[in-house]
């Protein structure tokens, strides 16, 4: 897991990622900023942990068909200034394979250290929820900008969730 802290206008935004490669995150395309610095393993952002190697974004390469406007191709790598330490702690998460499916019914991971609700601040700890993948059926009849193909639908009776801060994060 990462933590990224970018600026854009002189004001801080976060948001997650994940290690691919030992100088490579993986993270939403809207997490981009004049500057960009990631966190590998850090558990609380508030406190300096002995585990946890900061390090300065290289570069953003985000998808060459992202589209802002309508959130399309919202994927984004961010080539790191220097490799990771890999230790016990901090090591690349292992990506699907090509036909590997997420399907209805199988409970995934979400995992960030975005805001806890509305008018909330963002989680000191990073958090961790459960969430069953539903039908496109369910999400489909529910939001009319639903794209069965490049969007999972996730059970929406659970008051847990992704929130602001979260982008970026895994859906393990």
Known sequence: MAF??????EKSFICGGLLVHEDFVLTAAHCWGSSINVTLRDHNIY??????????VRRA????????????????????????????????IRLPWRRELVKPGMVCSVAGWGH????NPV????????????????CISRYKDYNTT???????????????GDSGGPLV
């Open 116 to 119: 806890l609700g509305m008018n």
């Open 61 to 92: 390469i985000p998808h060459p068909r992202y589209d802002h406007n309508k959130w399309v191709n919202a994927i984004m790598l961010l080539q790191l200034r220097r490799k990771a330490y890999l230790t016990a702690a901090v090591s690349p």
């Open 47 to 56: 406190q300096q942990e002995r585990t946890q190697q900061v390090i300065p």
């Open 150 to 164: 490049t969007q999972i639908c996730r059970e929406t009776k659970k008051e847990e969730g992704s929130f602001f």
């Open 123 to 138: 989680a000191e700890r990073l958090q961790e929820v459960d969430l069953e993948v539903q039908r496109d059926e369910e």
């Open 4 to 9: 990224l802290e970018y600026h854009v206008s």
